[in-house]
């Protein structure tokens, strides 16, 4: 066997729906502690290609390996456990305070069983108490600190956006998948959230993909970038290779380009 290499390699995926081939073989490396930002027109499979990743459609063909596990055969939630976390690019969220849809993130964590729980035994009482500590501590970091207790339907749109990566934290995660982490936030909420993507990489050494539109986020972000168009991979590099790439140029005709929304 050969040692397994570290981060993640997706080599030759390709999925179809009907008809329509929305990943074809395409091959995506990413660097661990790395930012990877996945772009490409709209329909191109970003969101097709995160929901491999993650186990939700199962490929054709092809393979997907983090750390060296291979990860297409595997159902969502063994996923996770192995430490792939993501988000949406439509906002999923239960109702509730941001505390407890952070408290539901950190299910995976929870040693006390259910029974014991609502038995209140001394143990369950203690670590649901450590859970708490732990889901406040993510909020502090995601800028959710002072919203802990607060309703997410009272919260703004920015920082429901923020609760989903905050509840995606929760995870403990290695690889974080975020699809479109800032889509319809304003200028303020949008460098907030860029700074603390950015935070999570220096800080914590955590590997991130990155789909997203704004590719003035993107170049300032991303370590390295790959392109995908009509399901399949026309350029990767650097954010500064990508922009000058002819292909690339050309899939943006009509949509805004790299170069010009930067
Ligand atoms: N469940 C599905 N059934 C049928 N077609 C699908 C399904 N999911 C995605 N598609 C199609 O696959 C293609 C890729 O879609 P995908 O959502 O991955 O694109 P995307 O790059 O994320 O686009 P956007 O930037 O608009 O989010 C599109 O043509 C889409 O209509
Ligand atoms: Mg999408």
């Not at 305070?97 to 040693?111: E, K, P, Q, Y």
């Not at 209140?120 to 993510?138: D, F, G, N, S």
């Not at 699809?179 to 860029?194: H, I, L, Q, S, Y």
């Amino acid at each position: 066997m050969t040692a397994a290499a570290p981060g993640l390699r997706v080599r030759d995926i390709t999925v179809r729906f009907a008809g329509l081939v929305a990943l074809d073989s395409v091959d995506l490396t990413v660097e661990p502690g790395s930012i990877h930002a996945l772009i490409g027109p709209n329909g191109a499979g970003k969101s097709t290609c995160f929901n491999v990743l993650s186990g939700i459609h199962r490929p054709e063909h092809g393979s997907v390996r983090l750390d060296g596990t291979e990860l297409t055969s595997l159902a969502p939630h063994r996923i996770a456990a192995l430490g792939m976390a993501r988000t949406f690019q439509n906002i999923v969220m239960t109702s509730g305070t941001v505390a407890d849809n952070l408290l539901l993130g950190r299910h995976g964590h929870s040693r006390a069983g259910f029974a014991a729980t609502a038995l209140r035994l001394p143990h369950a009482v203690r670590e649901q108490r450590a859970q708490l500590e732990r889901a406040r501590e993510i909020a502090e970091l995601t800028g959710l600190g002072t919203h802990f207790r607060t309703p997410v339907d009272l919260l703004p749109y920015g920082d429901r956006k923020r609760v989903e990566l905050a509840r995606a934290l929760c995870l403990e995660p290695r690889m974080l998948l975020l699809d479109e982490p800032v889509a319809g936030m304003n200028a303020a909420e949008r460098a907030r959230t860029a700074g603390t993507i950015g935070e999570l990489r220096t800080r914590f050494g955590l590997t991130v993909v990155l789909v997203e539109h704004d590719m003035g986020l993107v170049m300032r972000l991303a370590d390295e970038v790959t392109v995908l168009d009509f399901g399949r991979r026309i350029a990767g590099g650097t954010p500064a290779q990508v922009r000058q790439d002819p292909e690339v140029r050309r899939a943006y005709l009509g949509a805004p380009s790299p170069q010009e929304s930067a």
